[in-house]
């Protein structure tokens, strides 16, 4: 709202566009305190665990280092390789789209579009911190990280603004293209071998889901959950091994239970004889 009025360009009617999302988001967050956190227990025994100021104060450098390197362990070879990815990434977004001659967006739209990017990233750590005392869910994890790459590429639109007016279009182009394949180069040789695997059992992924589903949906009040094999790029939630009733105190094992109107589960962990198997009657 202050960036439209700043542009002159402010409606009284712009509030209604503005109110939806604020009226969506302030229920959701209503669902979520009234709902999840209050019976959620803590996996990390810190300070943090539901204490609002605690949890604002840790979550300013942790979101720091989330955003000078993509794991948790800080060194000085992460943290340079991963400025460099993304100085790269940022010279790639750059001369692309300055070699493309697509307009770019408003300067003040760019810089409401960053610092919402910032905040929804460092909430994020902060909710974490204070839901259940430390960082937790690598999904949540993967999605700052992909909001931090688009952090990088929007301030790389907004430095479009500055650029030498006699630049050649074909300049652009290879110095964009060549940004881009270093950026892959970087990034590739870690992944490669994880890609593969991961490519490899992804029919064994679902093989295993529609094991799972089918036992769910059968007769009865037991079922069956076939675990998947762990993956290396794209990770697999997987639970515990065992056999749990209603009245098993874990929260995930009770969520399937639920779902499926069972009253026991057993949780079957993968061994890959089920892969070998399949192969052999290929």
Known sequence: MSAEKSCGSWHKWNMLWYLVPALVGTGMFYLIISNRVRTQEALFATAEYHNVVISLKTAVGQLVKEYLIAGQRLSYRGIFLSLLLKAWFFVGVRYCWLSGGIKVARRDMLIVLALSIIGTTYFSVAASYYGYGGLTNFWHQGLRQCLIILFVATVALLSC???????????????????????????????????????????????????????????????IWFSPPRGRVADTFLFAPGVYNSESKAPGVLDIMHFFHKEHLEIRPWTGRESRSQKAEY
């Open 161 to 223: 603004y500055y650029h030498a007016p006699n630049m050649s279009v074909r300049r652009c182009e290879w110095i964009g293209s060549i940004a881009f394949c270093i950026t892959l180069i970087v990034v590739a040789p870690a992944r490669v071998r994880g890609l593969i695997h991961d490519y490899k059992n992804y029919s064994v992924c679902i093989e295993s889901r529609n094991k799972s589903w089918r036992s769910g949906l059968s007769d009865g009040d037991t079922m």
